[in-house]
């Protein structure tokens, strides 16, 4: 039987050149399955930072989440132009209920809030007016005092002329919101001045118990 070496001796230059040739590129195929057939980082992209995940599953350098804003409701009422439930996150604050509710009014006590105050789910704020119970404008004189040079009857408060106040003064009225002031406008324009305070009875949405609310804070 002719051995290996008789037969290696047989083949050319060129024969022994090429088997040497397809010897190293099975080699070299080998080596490069195996490169590739080993474990590597992979990079993902977000739409914040890449972050590179090693093998296992394992992130390195990933932000943590960002917790998602916790959902809180609150009941904006009183003397603001829509009062309501409305729906806030946390960390926001009672300056952001007022402006939500449309903003106070004319006339709203606002030194009786704190404005910066957090808000907390299921909470009231309640706006007072300026005149209500307990509450007075600032820089105003409580009930029943009198400052220096002023007497009693210096600090009983303005009333309203129903015949020339603007639809501001007529909203701060009790009762009295932007409907029917205009109303009340309306009126005094189709009919020539009020003759007296009863003669509100003849606007569409005013009563007698509504009058009797605000008779004392009237004039003509």
Do not use: C
Not at 86 to 93: I, M, N, S, V, W
Not at 132 to 140: L, Q
Not at 215 to 220: E, I, L, M, R
């Amino acid at each position: 039987m002719e051995s290996i070496r008789d037969r290696l001796a047989s083949l050319s230059r060129r024969e022994l050149a090429g088997l040497v040739a397809v010897v190293v590129l099975a080699l070299g195929g080998v080596g490069l399955w195996y490169l590739r057939s080993m474990p590597r980082p992979v990079e993902v992209k977000s739409g914040v930072q890449a972050r590179s995940v090693q093998p296992g599953g394992q992130a390195v350098g990933a932000p943590s989440p960002s917790p998602s804003p916790v959902a809180i409701v609150v009941n904006v009422a009183g003397w603001v132009r829509r009062p309501g439930v409305y729906q806030f996150h946390q960390g926001q604050r009672v300056i952001d209920a007022l402006k939500a509710a449309g903003g106070p009014k004319k006339n709203a006590a606002l030194d009786a809030l704190n404005l910066a105050a957090l808000l907390t789910d299921a909470e009231q704020i309640l706006v007072p007016k300026i005149g209500a119970a307990g509450v007075t404008a600032p820089g105003a004189v409580a009930p029943g005092t009198s400052s220096p040079g002023s007497t009693s009857a210096g600090a009983a408060g303005a009333k309203v002329n129903i015949n020339t106040a603007p639809e501001s003064d007529l909203e701060a009225l009790p009762g009295i919101g932007p409907v029917l002031a205009q109303r009340i406008i309306d009126y005094r324009t189709q009919h020539g001045p009020f003759q007296s305070v009863n003669e509100l009875l003849n606007v569409s949405g005013i009563g007698d118990k509504r009058l009797a609310d605000m008779k004392s804070q009237v004039s003509v």
